[in-house]
């Protein structure tokens, strides 16, 4: 899943023109520590119930708390880094729905159920019971948990500015 951000041209460019004078290795480095940062970032995110723009996310209906239940999305999160660029996501086949909304019919495949009460009373033992294929109609409120905002491109600038110092330093220690 990519999610599509825009920048300020500015910085950017200073931040890129910046790296462009360093070793793959060095740019590594740093975009290792960007991506750290985002992750961090976004896990920080699933605890407050807000989309990386800080905005919270709408309650769900049924109880509970928005994308936090089961945490298995916000455990799937990852960060891969190279020497040009830095990648935060999941892998979660739902991720999509969740950070977009969706409202649409959807296909549910044939599939069998485990039934452990019926007319609300718990059963002795359970039933398995086949369900047929059938269509549903999918309502989920959008409720984004990965994005570039102000604030993540604030944080991109810090530790941009921190490493080089670092490097810096370490330059006029040699």
Known sequence: MKVQTKFNEQEL???????????????????????????????????RGRSPRGNPWKPVQRGGQPLRDTRRLQGSLTMR?????????????????????VDKAVTVPTHTRLINQAFGRKLKTGVYQTVKSHTRKMNIEARPFLGIEQPQQRKIVRVFGQYMRELGAEGNAT
């Open 13 to 47: 460019l200073r931040i890129r023109q910046a790296l462009d004078r360093l070793g793959s290795d060095q740019r590594k480095v740093f975009f290792r520590r960007v991506g750290s940062t985002l992750k961090t970032d976004f896990e920080m995110g699933f605890r």
């Open 81 to 101: 880094a190279t020497s040009d660029s830095t990648e935060v996501g999941t892998n979660v086949g739902y991720g999509p729905a969740h950070q977009d909304g």
